[in-house]
């Protein structure tokens, strides 16, 4: 280990090492600032490999009997969101959800709605649907994505968008029908152009710029943190065609009837 230059230190920082003014060994202090760092950096590695940020493991493929979609885990033990619009806002839907849609270990489960939005209405917050699979094995480790609340979101933050764009439809296409797998995921990146307000000040929808299309319908939109800021849903709001996503605050009513504080992040930064 290379010595304590004292005069170095003395000429730059106006006086001796902290260690070595109060009479202790360098060495010591030294030693103790880099384990510290080591736990510190463990500890960063463990929160995101443990704590819910596989955008890709926890969005999943959904197919019902109106069409396709997108979803995504929000508990290691199945439970999951995605559109109201995607089971048709009704609770005896038979629902086949894909986890990891179209790689070499892929899974078809199926799928409960438990509980969606009131069905018939305009509402964009009504949009929602909370599903249940059980998970591979009976041992709660899916992967899952925490979320975040809308208070937290502001315009130009860069997020990410996933999903299935065009279900099996594009690899039917591609592959003449050979292909019995189900869609490949989809990652677009871009950022918050616009937060939409209702009447009453709070967000009703943001516009961002990370591209979606149809299937896409019920997926995730994550900030860099990898945390939930919102779903992706086909409904339009003038001037805006496409790519407008729920905040979290939306579906408030359905995660938190199953989602518990270790699953949700409240921290902005």
Same mark, same amino acid.
């Given at each position: 280990?290379?010595?304590?230059?004292?005069?170095?230190?003395?000429?730059?920082?106006?006086?001796? /090492?902290?260690?070595?003014?109060?009479?202790?060994?360098?060495?010591?202090?030294?030693?103790?600032?880099?384990?510290?760092?080591?736990?510190?950096?463990?500890?960063?590695?463990?929160?995101?490999?443990?704590?819910?940020?596989?955008?890709?493991?926890?969005?999943?493929?959904?197919?019902?009997?109106?069409?396709?979609?997108?979803?995504?885990?929000?508990?290691?033990?199945?439970?999951?969101?995605?559109?109201?619009?995607?089971?048709?806002?009704?609770?005896?839907?038979?629902?086949?959800?894909?986890?990891?849609?179209?790689?070499?270990?892929?899974?078809?489960?199926?799928?409960?709605?438990?509980?969606?939005? +009131?069905?018939?209405?305009?509402?964009?917050?009504?949009?929602?649907?909370?599903?249940?699979?059980?998970?591979?094995?009976?041992?709660?480790? $899916?992967?899952?994505?925490? $979320?975040?609340?809308?208070?937290?979101?502001?315009?130009?933050?860069?997020?990410?968008?996933?999903?299935?764009?065009?279900?099996?439809?594009?690899?039917?296409?591609?592959?003449?029908?050979?292909?019995?797998?189900?869609?490949?995921?989809?990652?677009?990146?871009?950022?918050?152009?616009?937060?939409?307000?209702?009447?009453?000040?709070?967000? $009703?929808?943001?516009?961002?710029?990370?591209?979606?299309? /149809?299937?896409?319908?019920?997926? /995730?939109?994550?900030?860099?943190?990898?945390?939930?800021?919102?779903?992706?849903?086909?409904?339009?709001? +003038?001037?805006?065609?496409?790519?407008?996503?729920?905040?979290?605050?939306?579906?408030?009513?359905?995660?938190?009837?199953?989602?518990?504080?270790?699953?949700?992040?409240?921290?902005?930064?």
């Amino acid at each position: 280990m290379a010595a304590v230059n004292l005069r170095y230190y003395k000429d730059n920082f106006l006086g001796e /090492p902290p260690a070595l003014r109060e009479g202790k060994p360098w060495w010591i202090v030294v030693l103790l600032t880099l384990l510290l760092l080591a736990c510190a950096g463990a500890f960063g590695a463990f929160s995101l490999s443990h704590g819910g940020g596989d955008l890709k493991a926890a969005t999943v493929y959904i197919e019902t009997p109106q069409g396709t979609g997108t979803g995504f885990l929000i508990r290691r033990d199945g439970y999951l969101l995605t559109n109201g619009h995607v089971v048709n806002w009704d609770q005896t839907s038979q629902v086949t959800v894909y986890l990891n849609s179209g790689e070499s270990n892929e899974k078809k489960l199926a799928g409960s709605v438990k509980e969606t939005g +009131p069905a018939g209405t305009d509402k964009l917050s009504d949009d929602w649907a909370l599903l249940k699979v059980e998970p591979p094995g009976g041992k709660p480790t $899916m992967p899952f994505l925490r $979320m975040l609340t809308s208070d937290c979101i502001k315009e130009s933050d860069l997020v990410k968008a996933a999903g299935f764009p065009g279900g099996k439809e594009i690899d039917r296409d591609l592959t003449q029908g050979k292909r019995t797998k189900g869609p490949n995921i989809t990652i677009e990146q871009g950022n918050i152009a616009q937060i939409i307000k209702d009447d009453q000040g709070g967000t $009703m929808a943001f516009h961002h710029r990370a591209n979606t299309a /149809p299937g896409v319908s019920g997926g /995730p939109v994550v900030n860099q943190r990898g945390r939930v800021i919102g779903m992706s849903t086909l409904k339009s709001i +003038p001037p805006f065609d496409k790519n407008i996503a729920l905040p979290t605050s939306s579906f408030i009513i359905a995660w938190e009837k199953v989602v518990r504080t270790e699953y949700t992040d409240y921290r902005c930064k």
